[in-house]
Nanobody
Framework: QVQLVESGGGLVQPGGSLRLSCAAS????????MGWYRQVPGKQRELVAT???????NYADSVKGRFTISRDNAKNTVYLQMNSLKPEDTAVYYC??????????WGQGTQVTVSS
């Protein structure tokens, strides 16, 4: 029973940076493994980065070395720092728990557009 609100997207030139935030409310957030996902219209949603409750992180090969996922449990927030952005990073970015019992629901996400 967690509500997630993504923010921080926008228009940026190739090579630029953005910092996305995912504000969460609900119980046991500090122990929940979280992920950032992205989706291009008409294509499947892609898992980009994950972070466990203990702080272990993993990244898709396409963003490894450029993106950094982090969390601030005191603020109930998960972040995605995106550097060296490429046009192919353009997508709607979502955050969500990695493990969900029952039906998973998605928020509105935040649009990231990388274009010159």
């Amino acid at each position: 029973q967690v509500q997630l609100v993504e923010s921080g997207g926008g228009l940026v030139q190739p090579g630029g940076s953005l910092r996305l935030s995912c504000a969460a409310s609900g119980s046991i957030f500090s122990l929940s493994a979280m992920g950032w996902y992205r989706q291009v219209p008409g294509k499947q949603r892609e898992l980009v980065a994950t972070i466990t409750g203990g702080g272990d992180t993993n990244y898709a090969d396409s963003v490894k070395g450029r993106f950094t996922i982090s969390r601030d449990n005191a603020k109930n927030t998960v972040y995605l720092q995106m550097n060296s952005l490429k046009p192919e990073d353009t997508a709607v970015y979502y955050c969500n728990r990695l493990y969900v019992g029952g039906v998973r629901s998605w928020g509105q996400g935040t649009q990231v557009t990388v274009s010159s």
